[in-house]
């Protein structure tokens, strides 16, 4: 059964940064292509960033310039590094992973449980 699990949420102060991380397990890291999502209270799930087949990244025009995807084969983890964090990122995130490139869309077949990222203004 594949699995991913989030970490490195938590709270920080405007301006700052974090690292998520998402570690798979099972079948499910390689060939697949990675997303990330996230969900403020009150608000529907947003696409932030996705990685493809060809190794390209979608960003979010609301994160671009600021959050950068990358991921280590060897760990089978992904990250998001997450810099000059404003309140508005306050959010529950959340990993997805398809052999599919759904890119930005929410049609992953394999999701993580979220984890919070708090930003204090």
């Known amino acids: 059964q594949a699995q991913l699990v989030e970490s490195g949420g938590g709270s920080v102060q405007s301006g700052g940064s974090l690292t998520l991380s998402c570690a798979a397990s099972?079948?499910?890291?390689?060939?697949?292509?990675m997303g990330w999502f996230r969900q403020a209270p009150g608000k529907e799930r947003e696409g932030v960033a996705a990685?493809?087949?060809?190794?390209?990244?979608s960003y979010a025009d609301f994160v671009k310039g600021r959050f950068t995807l990358s991921r280590d084969p060897d760990k089978d983890t992904a990250y998001l590094l997450m810099n000059n964090l404003t309140p508005e990122d306050t959010a529950m995130y959340f990993c997805a992973a398809d052999y599919v490139p759904w890119r930005l869309q929410e049609r992953y077949r394999h999701w993580g449980q979220g984890i919070q990222v708090t930003v204090s203004s």
């Open positions: 099972g079948d499910v890291f390689e060939g697949y292509c």
């Open positions: 990685s493809g087949k060809d190794g390209t990244s």
